[in-house]
């Protein structure tokens, strides 16, 4: 079993910044790549950012250049800095994880972002 908890979600106005925590726990070994997703209402789930375990990351075009994906000083954790914040960022943040970005197994309950004008 393995369990992801994110964290850091809230609410903050146009042009702020807040930075997404998420751990992982359990029998982690199949874990090698991580990644943000988020789902705005009546919206399908999109993936925001992705780092694999080679360090290499992607990003979705309308976040590229404001948002940073990190790992933490393990594999198991990951962080997701969001800068200049738009409404149009508002969603539910999901962290994933799994044996590579192309299949992810896990995931967290997912964080609420609320990003007002």
């Known amino acids: 079993q393995v369990q992801l908890v994110e964290s850091g979600g809230g609410l903050v106005q146009a042009g702020g910044s807040l930075t997404l925590s998420c751990a992982a726990s359990g029998n982690t070994l199949r874990i090698n790549d991580m990644a943000w997703y988020r789902q705005a209402p009546g919206k399908q789930r999109e993936r925001v950012a992705s780092i694999m375990i080679n360090g290499r990351k992607d990003y979705e075009d309308s976040v590229a250049g404001r948002f940073t994906i990190s790992r933490g000083n393990t594999k198991n954790s990951v962080y997701l800095q969001m800068n200049s914040l738009k409404p149009e960022d508002t969603a539910v943040y999901y962290c994933?994880?799994?044996?590579?970005?192309?299949?992810?197994?896990?995931w967290g309950q997912g964080t609420q972002v609320t990003v007002s004008s």
């Open positions: 994933a994880a799994g044996p590579s970005v192309l299949h992810m197994i896990y």
